[in-house]
């Protein structure tokens, strides 16, 4: 079975709060914009803080044209995986409107549904649920099919549950926890005969990875308590024995498959594994219980002197179980706990506890690291957890943020030295007047095409001799009549229709070399005045952009030192609850512990008594 | 002796159904409301600081960013990514497994910020990793930039060629 979808039941049965394949696809997505794919890769590392930052970075400042409505899912996906289910569900919420597009609708739902089966709120979850659409993809029509059952076992109804679950088509990799649901529904309705076939045919299935061999065992073991529940020893003996003795259910089935015996009145057979449990010198419940249970087997086999023993033996383990567990508690009233709890600051930001905290030095840690792990813990645990990460950060900031304030003082500082001096480069280089003699000639020759006078387009040179000419010509008009200046008038007009025939004969010419110059000059000029009022506007603001920055820089300021000692306050009541949490779960198991041990006294007399009366009893 | 056996019976008969059952709601407490605001709070402010820092860091005018994407990763496996700009060595990434499978997933890994003059600059990446049948493989892909006003986003993009099996490493400018 591939690993793959048996890590997405697992998010399906809501053991972990990761996005699911309803949300995201498990395909690996088309990527349009840059930014929503390095929001992808944060969050799909699990690292849901610094996934959010970039996503709410890359909204405001507008770089996902491409992926809008789904960052819009993303983001309150991610929300929810970062335990801020309340805004989740607001922006949730807003995005079911009458135009959002059918899958969008389906995705929505499905969040909206985890939301509320997270806040125990099954019914309304359920209500949910039956907003999504009958999905085409076999694989989230099975994960769908689970949640649905789920719900209705949650409100009792195991055994609509269990038919859910008969109807669905499993997708590929799905059929086993198909399965170990429909078989945990059907026990739970009552059925247990049909029970028993469903969990018996996962029970016998060869499991080629631990998960699977895990949830073989899981439910072996179900079925064993229950078939012993039911008062059929003999059946449950024979499912607790297919529970691996290497896996995780090794001591819960050791003492079951001893109460199996015990229950038909092999008490000699119950106490191979029941010893078995004895060698293991653990703490845990399974072991505890063993130590009852052994001299109890003795005594029904009427061997008192191994009963006294072994009572006598469960006594001593109780007395220093209890002072190992008054040790935890007195630990924990003084703060040792705590520290505990400051080893699971890891820097990263966020998440569930994966690695177990060390235990040196620590008097009565196990108790203490078992109390850690345990479900009820998780959620103020990863609060806790959570408010260190951003306390760290916003210190992180607060030492950062006066860096911020000596960058924009040295760039006051090197703008105060360099402005004169660009200012006086930007006088010089008059981009505005060579923009307005570009445009000018851009009017004149747009001019020409109506009026085409050749003249305007005449060379400098042709322009002088025109000019030369034409003040020769006023002179000789201006003497008085003789030939020779009659000549000298006449020719000097031949030279002027000379000159300006040359010039209107290539006019067409020089107009379209004209234009064609001013449409090559046309980017460079513009470019340079827009360059030339940038760089102006640009002194112009720089004064107002640094007193901005440091208004930006101050206001941040106050933000960080207004928040910390809020979330000290926070982080505190976390701790409280989780302290107040592991005293109560200690508590209990320290009565749990005190039963143990006046049952075991109270045999232990009985025990006396039996062997005073059956020395009494023979002369 | 038989009423211990059953009461004991009767206890242990419970929990193990706590193994199969599913897992207890979240508990809404006002602590976790709290814990709530605050981490809009706190998220609201570090979006404001990022973009301040980056503004400040790196401006617009000069800001250049490489990434790096991956489609299906069948032909390679990636080990490292180093980048050079105008010969200067700017990023030497060593990926984990993890990373590796955002990258798979569609993630895009956003390998180095940094800052550049306006015009045209070589940018030169190095891939380092396991290509086809397990052997070690390292390729260099080049190319040249052209800096203008605005930040420029350069995706270095490491593609899956089915036609001859093989990688092929490729350098988009956005």
Same mark, same amino acid.
């Given at each position: 079975?591939?690993?793959?979808?048996?890590?997405?039941?697992?998010?399906?049965?809501?053991?972990?709060?990761?996005?699911?394949?309803?949300?995201?696809?498990?395909?690996?997505?088309?990527?349009?914009?840059?930014?929503?794919?390095?929001?992808?890769?944060?969050?799909?590392?699990?690292?849901?803080?610094?996934?959010?930052?970039?996503?709410?970075?890359?909204?405001?400042?507008?770089?996902?044209?491409?992926?809008?409505?789904?960052?819009?899912?993303?983001?309150?996906?991610?929300?929810?995986?970062?335990?801020?289910?309340?805004?989740?569900?607001?922006?949730?919420?807003?995005?079911?409107?009458?135009?959002?597009?059918?899958?969008?609708?389906?995705?929505?739902?499905?969040?909206?549904?985890?939301?509320?089966?997270?806040?125990?709120?099954?019914?309304?979850?359920?209500?949910?649920?039956?907003?999504?659409?009958?999905?085409?993809?076999?694989?989230?029509?099975?994960?769908?099919?689970?949640?649905?059952?789920?719900?209705?076992?949650?409100?009792?109804?195991?055994?609509?549950?269990?038919?859910?679950?008969?109807?669905? $088509?499993?997708?590929?990799?799905?059929?086993?926890?198909?399965? %170990?649901?429909?078989?945990?529904?059907?026990?739970?309705?009552?059925?247990?005969?049909?029970?028993?076939?469903?969990?018996?045919?996962?029970?016998?299935?060869?499991?080629?990875?631990?998960?699977?061999?895990?949830?073989?065992?899981?439910?072996?073991?179900?079925?064993?308590?229950?078939?012993?529940?039911?008062?059929?020893?003999?059946?449950?003996?024979?499912?607790?024995?297919?529970?691996?003795?290497?896996?995780?259910?090794?001591?819960?089935?050791?003492?079951?498959?001893?109460?199996a015996d015990a229950e038909r009145g092999d008490y000699k057979q119950a106490l191979t594994p029941w010893l078995k449990l004895l060698e293991l010198a653990s703490y845990e419940a399974p072991v505890q219980e063993a130590h009852?249970?052994?001299?109890y087997a003795f005594a029904q086999l009427g061997d008192s002197q191994r009963a006294i023993y072994f009572y006598e033996q469960a006594i001593g383990y109780f007395d220093e179980q209890q002072q190992q567990l008054d040790?935890?508690?007195?630990?924990? $009233?003084?703060?040792?706990?705590?520290?505990?709890?400051?080893?699971?600051?890891?820097? %990263?930001?966020?998440?569930?506890?994966?690695?177990?905290?060390?235990?040196?030095?620590?008097?009565?840690?196990?108790?203490?690291?078992?109390?850690?792990?345990?479900?009820?813990?998780?959620?103020?645990?990863?609060?806790?957890?959570?408010?260190?990460?951003?306390?760290?950060?916003?210190?992180?900031?607060?030492?950062?943020?006066?860096?911020?304030?000596?960058?924009?003082?040295?760039?006051?500082?090197?703008?105060?030295?360099?402005?004169?001096?660009?200012?006086?480069?930007?006088?010089?280089?008059?981009?505005?007047?060579?923009?307005? $003699?570009?445009?000018?000639?851009?009017?004149?020759?747009?001019?020409?095409?109506?009026?085409?006078?050749?003249?305007?387009?005449?060379?400098?040179?042709?322009?002088?001799?025109?000019?030369?000419?034409?003040?020769?010509?006023?002179?000789?008009?201006?003497?008085?009549?003789?030939?020779?200046?009659?000549?000298?008038?006449?020719?000097?007009?031949?030279?002027?229709?000379?000159?300006?025939?040359?010039?209107?004969?290539?006019?067409?010419?020089?107009?379209?070399?004209?234009?064609?110059?001013?449409?090559?000059?046309?980017?460079?000029?513009?470019?340079?005045?827009?360059?030339?009022?940038?760089?102006?506007?640009?002194?112009?603001?720089?004064?107002?952009?640094?007193?901005?920055?440091?208004?930006?820089?101050?206001?941040?300021?106050?933000?960080?030192?207004?928040?910390?000692?809020?979330?000290?306050?926070?982080?505190?009541?976390?701790?409280?609850?989780?302290?107040?949490?592991?005293?109560?779960?200690?508590?209990?198991?320290?009565?749990?512990?005190?039963?143990?041990? %006046?049952?075991?006294?109270?045999?232990?007399?009985?025990?006396?008594?039996?062997?005073?009366?059956?020395?009494?009893?023979?002369? | 002796?038989?009423?211990?056996?059953?009461?004991?019976?009767?206890?242990?008969?419970?929990?193990?159904?706590?193994?199969?059952?599913?897992?207890?709601?979240?508990?809404?407490?006002?602590?976790?409301?709290?814990?709530?605001?605050?981490?809009?709070?706190?998220?609201?402010?570090?979006?404001?600081?990022?973009?301040?820092?980056?503004?400040?860091?790196?401006?617009?005018?000069?800001?250049?960013?490489?990434?790096?994407?991956?489609?299906?990763?069948?032909?390679?496996?990636?080990?490292?990514?180093?980048?050079?700009?105008?010969?200067?060595?700017?990023?030497?990434?060593?990926?984990?497994?993890?990373?590796?499978?955002?990258?798979?997933?569609?993630?895009?890994?956003?390998?180095?910020?940094?800052?550049?003059?306006?015009?045209?600059?070589?940018?030169?990446?190095?891939?380092?990793?396991?290509?086809?049948?397990?052997?070690?493989?390292?390729?260099?892909?080049?190319?040249?930039?052209?800096?203008?006003?605005?930040?420029?986003?350069?995706?270095?993009?490491?593609?899956?060629?089915?036609?001859?099996?093989?990688?092929?490493?490729?350098?988009?400018?956005?």
């Amino acid at each position: 079975m591939p690993k793959l979808p048996l890590q997405f039941l697992l998010l399906c049965v809501w053991l972990a709060t990761t996005g699911s394949s309803v949300a995201v696809s498990v395909k690996p997505q088309q990527v349009l914009d840059l930014h929503y794919g390095e929001v992808l890769f944060q969050f799909y590392q699990e690292d849901y803080f610094t996934a959010i930052s970039h996503l709410m970075v890359a909204r405001q400042q507008q770089l996902l044209q491409h992926h809008y409505d789904e960052s819009e899912l993303l983001l309150g996906g991610l929300q929810l995986s970062y335990g801020m289910p309340d805004q989740a569900e607001r922006r949730f919420d807003h995005l079911l409107d009458e135009t959002t597009d059918a899958d969008l609708r389906n995705r929505v739902w499905y969040y909206l549904t985890k939301i509320a089966y997270q806040r125990g709120h099954h019914r309304e979850a359920l209500t949910k649920l039956q907003n999504i659409d009958h999905p085409d993809d076999a694989l989230i029509r099975t994960e769908l099919a689970v949640l649905n059952a789920n719900l209705h076992m949650a409100l009792g109804d195991n055994s609509e549950a269990a038919d859910l679950l008969k109807d669905t $088509r499993a997708a590929h990799g799905w059929e086993e926890y198909l399965h %170990i649901n429909r078989g945990i529904a059907l026990l739970r309705a009552g059925d247990i005969e049909a029970g028993r076939e469903t969990l018996d045919k996962l029970g016998k299935e060869g499991a080629d990875n631990e998960e699977l061999r895990a949830l073989r065992d899981r439910a072996n073991l179900g079925l064993g308590y229950q078939l012993l529940r039911a008062g059929n020893a003999g059946q449950a003996r024979e499912y607790l024995n297919r529970v691996r003795l290497q896996g995780p259910f090794k001591q819960a089935a050791l003492l079951g498959a001893g109460w199996a015996d015990a229950e038909r009145g092999d008490y000699k057979q119950a106490l191979t594994p029941w010893l078995k449990l004895l060698e293991l010198a653990s703490y845990e419940a399974p072991v505890q219980e063993a130590h009852l249970a052994v001299p109890y087997a003795f005594a029904q086999l009427g061997d008192s002197q191994r009963a006294i023993y072994f009572y006598e033996q469960a006594i001593g383990y109780f007395d220093e179980q209890q002072q190992q567990l008054d040790g935890a508690i007195q630990a924990t $009233r003084s703060g040792e706990l705590l520290s505990l709890l400051s080893q699971t600051d890891t820097g %990263i930001s966020g998440g569930w506890l994966h690695d177990t905290p060390t235990l040196e030095g620590v008097p009565s840690g196990r108790y203490l690291v078992d109390i850690l792990s345990s479900h009820s813990f998780q959620e103020p645990l990863k609060d806790y957890r959570d408010l260190g990460y951003l306390q760290q950060l916003l210190n992180l900031w607060l030492d950062n943020i006066d860096l911020y304030y000596d960058m924009v003082d040295a760039r006051r500082l090197a703008y105060q030295q360099r402005a004169p001096l660009i200012r006086a480069r930007l006088e010089k280089q008059r981009a505005k007047a060579l923009y307005q $003699r570009w445009q000018d000639y851009k009017s004149l020759t747009l001019a020409q095409h109506g009026s085409g006078d050749p003249l305007d387009l005449a060379t400098g040179r042709e322009k002088q001799q025109w000019q030369t000419l034409r003040k020769v010509q006023a002179t000789l008009s201006s003497l008085a009549p003789q030939p020779r200046h009659s000549n000298m008038l006449a020719r000097a007009r031949w030279l002027q229709g000379i000159l300006y025939w040359q010039i209107q004969a290539n006019y067409k010419t020089r107009l379209w070399d004209v234009e064609k110059q001013l449409q090559a000059l046309e980017a460079p000029v513009t470019e340079a005045s827009a360059k030339h009022q940038q760089v102006t506007e640009a002194l112009e603001n720089a004064q107002a952009g640094f007193d901005g920055y440091d208004r930006r820089i101050t206001a941040m300021r106050k933000r960080i030192l207004a928040l910390l000692p809020r979330i000290q306050a926070s982080r505190d009541n976390a701790s409280a609850q989780l302290q107040q949490l592991a005293l109560q779960e200690l508590e209990t198991r320290r009565q749990r512990l005190e039963s143990y041990r %006046i049952q075991a006294r109270y045999a232990l007399a009985r025990s006396y008594d039996q062997i005073a009366q059956q020395s009494g009893e023979q002369p | 002796m038989k009423p211990l056996f059953r009461g004991i019976l009767a206890g242990l008969l419970v929990w193990p159904w706590l193994l199969l059952a599913e897992p207890e709601a979240t508990v809404e407490t006002g602590v976790n409301e709290d814990v709530q605001n605050l981490k809009q709070q706190v998220l609201e402010l570090n979006r404001d600081l990022f973009m301040l820092e980056e503004e400040l860091l790196f401006p617009s005018n000069t800001q250049v960013s490489v990434f790096v994407s991956m489609d299906v990763g069948e032909f390679f496996q990636l080990d490292s990514v180093q980048v050079k700009i105008d010969g200067k060595e700017v990023a030497d990434y060593l990926y984990t497994r993890r990373e590796l499978d955002a990258l798979v997933r569609g993630g895009v890994q956003r390998i180095h910020i940094g800052n550049l003059r306006s015009g045209e600059h070589e940018l030169v990446a190095f891939f380092t990793g396991k290509g086809p049948q397990g052997r070690d493989y390292k390729r260099g892909a080049t190319t040249r930039i052209q800096k203008g006003l605005g930040p420029k986003y350069v995706e270095l993009k490491i593609v899956d060629q089915t036609r001859n099996f093989q990688p092929e490493f490729d350098i988009k400018e956005w």
